[in-house]
């Protein structure tokens, strides 16, 4: 059983508001019900959504899409953080063999990229299965079981990206065909772009 682990605590201060409550393709679709849905879609179980404990927003849409909210409460101290609350949650089920990890401003990813990361597990021994486009890595990264610890134990100042480059024998770079793996939104310039919104949208 994959969990999914959606990561939604940053403060978004170069946005300006909350990503994670931004509209998608569909205006009435946010970001983080597009993500939930895709996970949903891809196969994964549960769906966890990591955010701030004083973000009711954002736990009102994940819960309101049927997800579970996790709250950081030092989501200040960064994204790792975050990752390892989902973690902790994800591993107390010892069905769970793998979680799906996807920062929620990575939000064009799509159900057929999440679930080919997730059918890639079946196919190699690898411990990580990283989503890749033309050669550039990207988002969703699926970890196992077996590399749980090493990510309570990498340093906060690098993050995740220390376990992927601790043995690069062990990660598998799962190729797509799609380019929204490797698009982030940081700023208004970003989504307006990407989304080919108005400044009205924001």
């Known amino acids: 059983?994959?969990?999914?682990?959606?990561?939604?605590?940053?403060?978004?201060?170069?946005?300006?508001?909350?990503?994670?409550?931004?509209?998608?393709?569909?205006?009435h679709t946010t970001f983080i019900a597009h993500l939930i849905r895709s996970a949903r879609a891809a196969g994964a179980t549960p769906i966890l959504v990591v955010g701030r404990p004083d973000d009711p927003a954002v736990r009102a849409e994940a819960?309101?899409?049927?997800?579970?909210?996790?709250?950081n409460p030092r989501a200040d101290e960064g994204q790792l953080s975050s990752l390892i609350a989902g973690l902790d949650v994800?591993?107390?089920?010892?069905?769970?063999?793998?979680?799906?990890?996807?920062?929620?401003?990575?939000?064009?990813?799509?159900?057929?990229?999440?679930?080919?990361?997730?059918?890639?597990?079946?196919?190699?021994?690898?411990?990580?299965?990283?989503a890749t486009h033309a050669g550039r890595h990207g988002h969703p990264v699926l970890f196992k079981r077996e590399v749980f610890e090493d990510l309570r134990r990498a340093d906060p100042s690098v993050g995740a990206k220390s376990v992927l480059r601790a043995n690069p024998a062990r990660v598998l770079e799962v190729e797509v065909h799609d380019e929204s793996v490797t698009l982030d939104v940081d700023t208004s310039e970003d989504y307006l772009r990407m989304f080919r919104r108005s400044t009205e949208a924001l």
């Open 63 to 71: 819960e309101g899409e049927g997800a579970l909210f996790v709250p």
């Open 90 to 130: 994800a591993a107390a089920d010892s069905d769970v063999t793998g979680v799906l990890v996807t920062p929620v401003d990575v939000a064009l990813v799509s159900a057929a990229v999440m679930e080919r990361v997730v059918r890639s597990v079946g196919t190699s021994d690898a411990s990580i299965f990283r």
């Open 1 to 27: 059983m994959i969990a999914a682990i959606i990561l939604a605590a940053g403060r978004s201060s170069r946005m300006g508001r909350s990503k994670a409550l931004l509209p998608h393709t569909d205006p």
